[in-house]
């Protein structure tokens, strides 16, 4: 197994499994401060569910980064390839996490609060989608960075360079064959 393979591989570990456990974690949580509430107030159980099941998304954006790099995982892929895999899963990673246990908090003192009587119901979902967010740009920035790190596009911008590189020896070629020419009828002065 090569190297590139590796990082990859642990980029997805990462990605898919710190996601899954940010949203096992916070959505356990709610469920808790749920079941607190319940004894208060037990009508309002669908509000309950609905707030304990919100930081569950963060673990399926890990999902969603793994397959947009999963076409990458190749036995000879570049090691660039394999250290931008790993890099995007150590993105997901953090950020999912961070934000799947901040949510939790916001709907864990909402599911408090609506246990004591009090309705902030849509206040708390609005508040809970703030930390969401930051989820939904971390999976935006794996979306990039797995566009970056396609190996097509890695391939034809080293031909490019290499196109570049032979234009740039070709029109060299000239001017030392002029400085050749030059030298050589120096040369022959010199001699005269």
Known sequence: MSTALIFAYLGVALMVGISGLASAVATARCGMAAVGAMKKNSGAFGSYM???????????????????????????????????????????????????????????????????????????????????????????????????????????????EVAEAKTEVVAEAPAAEQDAVEFEAAAQEVTE
Not at 89 to 100: C, D, K, P, Q
Not at 103 to 114: F, L, P, R, S, T
């Open 50 to 160: 609905i707030l304990s099941a919100l930081p569950g998304s963060q673990g399926l954006y890990g999902f969603v980064g793994f397959f947009m790099v999963n076409a990458f995982l190749v036995e000879d892929m570049p090691l660039i390839t394999g250290v931008g895999i790993f890099g995007a899963g150590l993105l997901m990673a953090i950020v999912t996490l961070s934000s799947a246990l901040f949510q939790a908090k916001v709907c864990a003192n909402g599911i408090a609060a609506i246990g004591n009587g009090n309705d902030v119901m849509g206040k708390t979902l609005i508040l809970a989608a703030f930390p969401e967010l930051y989820a939904i740009l971390g999976v935006a920035a794996t979306f990039l960075l797995a566009g970056a790190i396609d190996p097509v596009k890695l391939a034809e911008a080293e031909a490019a």
